[in-house]
């Protein structure tokens, strides 16, 4: 449908979700390593385990950040 994303290749360095999501399904991220996570306004459901696994130095997040911040804890930390 264009509004859901699904999978993200876990070998790709960035990543830029467009404002047409609206909804990362679980697991979608799993195993990414990422210099960068930017996700824009449109995204407005995060389904379980969106982010297993998924590592990032820099992620940007829309102003309701707030709505998502207790999703983001359990992500590692990259390793220096």
Not at 54 to 78: D, G, K, M, W
Request: net charge negative; aromatic share 12%.
């Amino acid at each position: 449908d264009g509004k859901t994303l699904e999978i993200y290749p876990a070998a790709r360095t960035t990543l830029d979700i467009p404002d047409t999501i609206e909804t990362i399904k679980g697991y979608a991220l799993r195993g990414c390593r990422m210099s960068s996570a930017t996700f824009h306004e449109g995204l407005t459901t995060l389904q379980p385990h969106a982010f297993y696994w998924f590592n990032v130095s820099t992620i940007y997040l829309p102003s309701s950040a707030s709505l998502y911040s207790n999703i983001l804890v359990n992500i590692p930390q990259p390793l220096s």
